[in-house]
């Protein structure tokens, strides 16, 4: 590689950190110029170093799961144009938050469509990874999405975005009625407790359903997935009631591949699209969990039967029954 002799390890995370801001191959060749104008790295000399990237995607998608204590799972899709010819495929993405308050990207996969097989695929190597079921697992309302986190989690609490269904209410109602209907809307979800959510929700309902019929059938459609936020510690609903989180990697992703338009093919889609992400998951704080959330989201996990009910739990009840014996 010439000019990269004894200095290799710096200049490639340099190529690969040029390359992942969106970069070509070209951009980063022209970039390492010597007073002169001589080229000092090669183009094939760049492809070498990014070709690494996909042998880390690679190792990235294989890698065991298990140690990862994921609470909260979130999935979502975005479409791109991963091949010279040929028209925009699916990238799936999953995220989650552990139990230690760590933001993971899990996974990251060309699904082709959003569809049911595709999805099911997908969850199909986080569980064959050894990833442990999830308490909650936040989405869009995909018809084939749903489907598959019905059939491959159905213990765990599936819950609908909020930001996806407000902007679906929202588009159903006139203007001049919109900020009244959408306070009623917002006292859903911001409601202390479930049972508080479903009385408010029911006040929307009789209160609008005559005038605005669309309006609340969209609400009602899957309102257990979205009340589904209420059954989790105060303070992390307003993290697992969108998908904000899988949201955020993709506006990364797409301002660095918007420059490129259309990629030549697969492969280098993925080297960059994971070089984007996991740069990204590096960079993200953790969520702040205390030990009395964490004891909550134990609680709930037994009651899922995600998990066995934890041994204190179990030698209350055997005194409680001890002392009725007595």
């Known amino acids: 590689m010439g000019f990269l002799d004894g200095n290799s390890e710096v200049l490639e995370s340099l190529v690969n950190e040029m390359y992942a801001r969106g970069l070509s191959t070209r951009d980063v060749e022209d970039a390492f110029r010597d007073a002169t104008g001589e ?14 990237l996909w042998e880390d995607y690679q190792a990235f998608i294989t890698r065991d799961l298990s140690g990862i204590e994921v609470e909260y799972l979130f999935v979502d899709a975005v479409f791109e144009s991963l091949r010279r010819h040929g028209a925009k495929e699916a990238l799936l993405v999953g995220w989650g938050i552990a139990s230690d308050g760590g933001k993971h990207l899990l996974h990251l996969a060309v699904g082709n469509k959003e569809s049911e097989a595709c999805w099911t695929e997908f969850f199909g190597s986080l569980l064959g990874r050894g990833l442990r079921m999830p308490t909650t697992i936040t989405s869009d309302g995909a018809p084939g999405l749903v489907k598959s986190i019905r059939v491959c989690f159905p213990a765990s609490i599936r819950i609908r975005c909020w930001f996806h269904r407000l902007a679906n209410i929202r588009a159903k109602l006139p203007d001049e009625a919109a900020s009244e209907v959408m306070a009623h809307l917002y006292a859903v979800r911001d409601a202390p407790t479930l ?4 009385a408010a ?15 609340v059938a969209c609400l009602e459609d ?3 997935a979205l009340l589904a936020i209420h059954r989790v510690p105060v303070r992390h609903r307003i993290r697992v009631r969108t998908t904000n989180l899988a949201e955020r ?22 080297k960059l699209v994971f ?19 964490r004891h909550q989201l134990t609680l709930l996990r037994a009651q899922l039967g995600l998990d066995p009910p934890p041994a204190d739990t179990d030698n209350r009840k055997t005194n409680r029954r001890r002392s009725v014996a007595a």
């Open 222 to 224: 899957d309102l257990e």
């Open 201 to 215: 929700a029911d006040r929307l309902a009789n209160t609008f359903r005559r005038q605005f019929p669309a309006a």
């Open 39 to 52: 080229l000092l790295i090669s183009k094939s000399a760049v492809s070498e170093i990014t070709d690494r």
């Open 249 to 270: 990697s993709f506006v990364e992703e797409r301002r660095r591949t918007k420059v490129v338009g259309r990629f030549g093919d697969e492969k280098s889609a993925m």
């Open 195 to 198: 049972d508080a959510a479903r």
């Open 275 to 293: 070089a984007t992400m996991i740069r990204a998951a590096d960079r993200w704080c953790r969520v702040s969990i205390s030990d009395l959330e």
